[in-house]
């Protein structure tokens, strides 16, 4: 079905493995549009409650295949045309998304993993914006999301220095949601999408529009948005349930209606 991701669905999650191992997964026209169709098949199958994006071998991501650029390449254009449909995607998916990093997340790389809602780091991975040493500003939402987790200073520090950032620095700031240890990887990051697809999916995709809406909101536009989401998660089969669990001093068992 696919030549440069691998797809499968296990327990009501998606797994999308970026598989150019050889090249450390950097991307290539192929692999951008299959990105794109594997998130929005994930995205419209109503069995899919989470998403996990990873990388096969020993890198998550290396960005770009400089291979596939030359000096009549526009490089707008190529964002406009591969990188930003994807990042787009991503944000409007109304299911929560792991980037599970299994090692280097560089460039683009490191900009995917930006975009993903929680970042699940293994201890060998590492993140790097890479994209000062070959004379380029970063791109594919990593301007917007980067000084939204780090602050302003640092995300300039990481963006201009351009050093790499260990999966324990990734830690302390805010950057990885958990570190886990090379024989723990599988099981829990399994756990974690596992647990995320347990929960009450409609309600986590009205918080993900919500936040991103906010940063460019005022207070009441916020508090309207807020009452706007919670009269479409009052109406949902999950709130019913939950509140019924509540009221039976059991725990709720969501079915992402």
């Not at 986590?204 to 906010?214: A, C, H, Q, T, Y």
Request: aromatic letters at 8%.
């Amino acid at each position: 079905m696919f030549e440069t991701i691998l797809y499968e669905i296990k327990d009501s999650v998606a797994w999308i493995t970026l598989n150019r191992p050889d090249k450390l997964n950097s991307f290539n026209k192929t692999m951008h549009s299959e990105l794109l169709k594997a998130l929005h098949d994930a995205e419209e199958d109503e069995k899919v409650r989470a998403i996990v994006l990873t990388g096969a071998g020993r890198a998550f991501s290396a960005g770009q295949d400089l291979t596939e650029m030359d000096s009549s390449t526009d490089y707008g254009d190529h964002l406009r045309n591969s990188y930003n449909p994807v990042i787009q995607k991503i944000a409007g998916t109304m299911k929560p998304i792991i980037a599970a990093v299994n090692g280097a997340a560089a460039g683009a790389g490191f900009s995917l993993a930006l975009a993903a809602d929680f970042r699940l780091v293994s201890e060998y991975a590492s993140f790097l914006n890479a994209f000062v040493h070959i004379g380029l500003v970063p791109d594919s939402g990593n301007t917007y999301y980067l000084p939204r987790i780090v602050g302003h200073a640092k995300a300039l520090e990481l963006m201009v220095l351009g050093e790499k950032v260990s999966a324990a620095e990734a830690e302390g700031l805010g950057l990885a949601t958990k570190v886990i240890s090379a024989e723990d990887w599988e099981r829990e990051v399994s756990a974690f999408a596992g647990r995320l697809a347990s929960m009450p999916t409609k309600a986590i995709g009205l918080m993900k529009e919500g936040l991103i809406r906010s940063w460019n909101s005022s207070l009441e536009e916020v508090l309207e948005e807020e009452a706007r989401s919670q009269s479409l998660a009052g109406l949902s089969k999950d709130h019913l349930e939950g509140v019924q669990a509540f009221m039976e001093k059991r725990k709720p068992l969501f079915t992402g209606d």
